[in-house]
């Protein structure tokens, strides 16, 4: 039977009134916090398995267990894609979701060092995935989504296509609001697929909730 749709509890109606300082000052100012061991390993780990990799490459962030890793890996065979997320307890529960394809990595790392470091090495993406991550739907809680913190800048440097999904459209909306402060094309639209990709996206769409999608340019401002 399917379940009843759950809704999001937050105390926030609109976009946040603070979206635009608080954006504008990431945008503005360059991350001085230093780079985690467990991080650095993490990333030498991807550059020994890139190799003199030169063709497409494509993260996947925040990829929890990295089932979406392994569909976006098989959906482009011909690009590398690694799949970052910060806790170990859900990147070593990979093996149950992994398969023979050979062209995508997931490593436990933090999101905010692994994107330095890349823009350090002077690496560029193709595409960057940002699927369902966690929203933090309280007020007081904005500069905690990824679109209010200094990892937005880095995001941009990277270049290549955004895409974000979301179940809560508020987010999405934010995500586009802060992308207009920087300048960005982007567009939304409410998301639909005949299979879903992400543990989140199976569930969320088993209980009845849509998907929002984000789509944006950064290689063209």
């Known amino acids: 039977m399917k379940q009843q749709a759950r809704s999001i509890t937050t105390n926030q109606l609109g976009v946040h009134k603070n979206l635009q300082k608080v954006v504008t000052r990431q945008l503005g100012n360059d991350s001085q916090r230093p780079l985690t061991d467990h991080t650095k390993q993490a990333y030498q ?6 190799g003199n990799w030169q063709g497409d490459l494509i993260l996947d962030s925040c990829c929890g267990v990295g089932e979406s890793t392994v569909n976006i890996a098989k959906a482009h065979p011909n690009a590398r894609i690694i799949g970052i997320d910060k806790s170990a307890l859900r990147t070593n529960k990979h093996q149950a979701y992994a398969s023979d394809e050979q062209n ?29 991550p966690n929203p933090y739907p309280k007020s007081a809680h904005l500069q905690r989504r990824w679109y209010a ?21 508020l987010y999405i909306q934010e995500f586009a609001a802060a992308l207009d402060i920087a300048l960005v094309n982007n567009h939304i639209k409410l998301y639909k697929s005949a299979y879903a990709i992400t543990p989140f996206e199976r569930k969320y ?11 944006a340019d950064l290689n063209q401002k």
Not at 113 to 129: A, E, V
Not at 150 to 168: F, M, Q, T, Y
């Open 104 to 132: 995508y990595l997931v490593l436990r790392a933090d999101l905010n060092d692994f994107l330095r470091l890349l823009i350090l090495d002077g690496k560029k993406l193709s595409k960057h995935f940002l699927l369902y």
């Open 45 to 50: 780990e991807a550059v020994t398995w890139l």
């Open 149 to 169: 913190t200094s990892a937005l800048k880095d995001i941009l440097k990277l270049g290549g296509i955004l895409e974000v999904r979301s179940n809560w459209q």
């Open 205 to 215: 769409w088993e209980s009845g909730q849509d998907s929002w999608q984000l789509l």
